[in-house]
């Protein structure tokens, strides 16, 4: 699968249909930005059974608010629409696959309930 465009409108339904969802808030201007593009979009490829979204920051700006981006590229990853991720910066290949991993290896159940059992 490659890279898709998320709006505003589109962003809830994304995370809706979809188990596990990447968001990479961009700007065509950022230079790391650039360079992490084809890094992203091999990620992409490797992973069909992941979406993976791109936000254009410049075109985006109330979606780029509204999720507090104050650096970009800044990596956002959804998990049964929970944000588990959020990072500033450009990641090697070698990174964003151990986030990958990590997401997909993320027990949400689990640390809900170990959440609860600590706040009783």
Not at 90 to 96: C, H, K, P, S, V
Not at 104 to 110: E, R, S
Request: proline share 4%; hydrophobic share 45%; glycine share 4%.
């Amino acid at each position: 699968m490659t890279t898709i465009d998320v709006t505003e409108q589109s962003l809830a339904e994304t995370l809706e249909k979809n188990d596990i969802v990447f968001v990479d808030f961009w700007a065509a201007w950022c230079g790391p930005c650039r360079m992490f593009a084809p890094t992203y979009g091999a990620a992409a490829e490797r992973h069909p059974d992941i979406v993976f979204a791109k936000v254009d920051t410049e075109t985006e700006q109330a979606l780029a608010a509204a999720a507090s981006i104050t650096s970009i590229p800044t990596l956002m990853a959804f998990k049964d629409k929970t944000l588990v991720f959020s990072q500033p910066g450009a990641l090697n290949a070698a990174g964003l696959e151990e986030v990958v991993q990590g997401v997909k290896n993320l027990d949400l159940d689990k640390l809900r309930t170990d959440a609860a059992r600590h706040q009783a």
